[in-house]
């Protein structure tokens, strides 16, 4: 029971018979001093040892354990702010933002605080254990980045919140927008935000494209922008930015979210643009469930589908994460920061439910996020890194992605942080009472 050659450390954690997605068979997972000792199959001596030495034991059963779930792209600073009274009628992105552009007047630093705290507990509770949050840091909002500048303070050990200075108006409608960027950079954001295709012109928005490399290369910071979020096929600042990040050495160090107008160009423009983003080491998020709301909304039928075509990204060697975006706000008046239902819906709503696709889902929000959020070797089941993971009720992923099912427990550095109960059911009448099992073979 050691670690790289170092000394023994006494077991204080045993998962017993577990299976994880790229293993075949069960295996037994050792926690020492908060990391993974061993993973692998324990014979008896190893199990006793463990036991003698305090170590808890958590009984896996054949269940399915994953690394913590990556959220890749939230806005934690509208989450719960959905007006019954002031609602997007018309389920568009342009009205959610004059929505939240009026409700963000009305909202308090404490109330943004508290709402953003409540969303991150439910992600935590279900298992969500890194997360990349835009903030918006436009002069006429409110100062929300104190609030979640606060939260990460709070969360850190337990939930790691990156946070992105986010100019959701844009750096050319109002005078102030790009010092209100570098000033929230130099409060203490870790990505520099962007949202080219808002600006009043293409030449503005190629402008913004270089303004906000500019404050990443002076800051050293990764860039995480909204892109091409439309439906209109001609919006290509996807190229723009796979041009900048390759040409000043930002390789791998650049995320484009939503870049829905991809799903509108036609097969060889698709393949040629995932080509750049591939050559220059840009990531993408496609945010399916906030994606299905507001695109497509004025096409006569047929409507578009509106998500980033996540299969062809992937095949041209792309890295592909999901992110839920939003939570009960002008733009989503739905969710519960769930990853695991954002991967079902993103393969239903994406086509992508081939065998090999639906197994496949499960690294979009574990795996494909960590790497663009660059967790390197703090993140993932291996012999040394910290134990982070949780235990599904569940025996695969294809399994987990069907049922979403209970968080068992949810382990940092290996203490328990959550958990949650089995989900049963029972008929009571008359038809083959007693328990029912959704899961097969069970």
């Known amino acids: 029971m050691q670690t790289h050659g170092a000394a023994p450390v006494p077991a204080q954690l045993l998962v017993r018979d577990a299976l994880l997605a790229d293993r075949n068979g069960p295996v037994d997972l050792l926690v020492g001093d908060g990391r993974f000792t061993r993973v692998g199959p324990l014979d008896a001596r190893e199990v006793a040892t463990a036991r003698a030495q305090g170590a808890r034991v958590v009984e896996a059963a054949g269940r399915l354990v994953v ?12 989450a719960l702010t959905l007006d019954p009274a002031d609602p997007n009628r018309s389920g568009t992105l342009g009205e959610g933002i ?5 409700r963000r007047a009305r909202l308090t630093g404490k109330q943004i605080l508290a709402n953003a705290r409540e969303v991150l507990r439910w992600m935590v509770a279900a298992g969500t254990l890194h997360v990349r949050c835009h903030v918006d840091v436009s002069p006429g909002a409110p100062d929300a980045l104190s609030a979640l500048l606060e939260l990460r303070d709070e969360a850190r050990g337990v939930c790691d919140v990156q946070l992105v200075a986010f100019p959701q108006d844009g750096l050319y409608r109002e005078p102030g927008q790009r010092e209100a960027l570098r000033a929230a950079m130099a409060r203490g954001c870790d990505a520099v935000g962007g949202i080219p295709h808002h600006e ?3 030449a503005q928005g190629e402008a913004h494209v270089r303004d906000v490399f500019d404050i990443a290369q002076e800051f050293d910071a990764d860039v995480d922008a909204h892109c091409d ?12 930015m796979a041009r900048e990040a390759a040409e000043r050495g930002w ?33 993408v998020v496609a945010n399916p469930m906030v994606n299905a709301v507001l695109q497509g909304r004025n096409d006569a039928a047929p409507v578009r589908r509106g998500m980033a075509p ?23 008046p739905l969710g519960v920061g769930d990853m695991l239902a954002v991967a079902q819906f993103g393969a239903l709503f994406g086509h992508l ?9 499960l690294d979009l929000v574990t795996g494909s996020g960590a790497r ?40 940092r550095h290996g203490h328990e942080i959550a958990r949650s109960s089995p989900a049963r059911a029972r008929l009571t009448g008359p038809f083959a009472p007693g328990e029912v099992v959704f899961g097969r073979d069970r």
Request: with cysteine; charged share 20%.
């Open 67 to 78: 690394p913590p779930f990556v959220d890749a792209h939230m806005h934690l600073d509208s």
């Open 98 to 102: 004059a929505v939240w552009s009026r």
């Open 200 to 202: 009043p012109t293409p």
């Open 229 to 240: 979020e439309t439906d209109d096929p001609g919006s290509r600042f996807a190229v723009s």
């Open 251 to 283: 390789q791998g160090r650049v995320v484009l979210g939503h870049c829905t107008a991809m799903a509108a160009y036609d097969a060889a423009l698709l393949g040629e643009v995932a080509a750049r983003l591939a050559d220059s080491g840009v990531g």
């Open 310 to 332: 996540i299969a062809a990204l992937r095949e041209a060697g792309v890295t592909v994460a999901l992110g839920q975006d939003s939570v009960l706000d002008a733009w989503l």
């Open 353 to 361: 439910t081939g065998h090999q696709q639906l197994a496949g889902m």
């Open 372 to 411: 663009l959020l660059r967790l390197d070797d703090r993140y993932g089941i291996a012999e040394g890194r910290p134990a982070d993971f949780v235990l599904l009720d569940a025996r695969d992923p294809i399994e987990a992605l069907r049922l979403l099912p209970a968080r068992l427990h949810v382990f």
